[in-house]
């Protein structure tokens, strides 16, 4: 059973920085994709960023690119999302994704508040 739980989200101004964890139940990222996506009100869910456990490659969307930064800490088994720079257009809830084989896991999300 794959387990992911998300937490750090709240509500910030515009300019501040929030730092996401993901807690992932495995005790290993090889062979693993691990994401962030996120889903304004009404809005589709869209990609953020994904690091792949093997190899450290990591992969942003173009809104997100110089401002998040994606990250895990082996030891912790956490991967994190650190939020700089933040924008009233950043204002979602923040899921975190696993994926390994075809097989995808998502946690139940964080909600990022930014007020302008």
């Known amino acids: 059973q794959v387990q992911l739980v998300e937490s750090g989200g709240g509500l910030v101004q515009a300019g501040g920085s929030l730092r996401l964890s993901c807690e992932f139940s495995?005790?290993?990222?090889?062979?693993?994709?691990m994401a962030w996506f996120r889903q304004a009100p009404g809005r589709e869910r869209l990609f953020v960023a994904n690091?792949?456990?093997?190899?450290?490659?990591?992969n942003y969307a173009d809104s997100v690119k110089g401002r998040f930064t994606i990250s895990v800490d082996t030891a912790e088994n956490t991967v994190y999302l650190q939020m700089n720079n933040l924008k009233p257009e950043d204002t979602a809830v923040y899921y975190c994704?696993?994926?390994?084989?075809?097989?995808?896991?998502w946690g139940k999300g964080t909600l990022v508040t930014v007020s302008s």
């Open positions: 495995r005790r290993t990222f090889n062979n693993w994709v």
């Open positions: 690091l792949y456990g093997s190899s450290g490659a990591r």
């Open positions: 994704n696993a994926q390994s084989y075809g097989m995808s896991y």
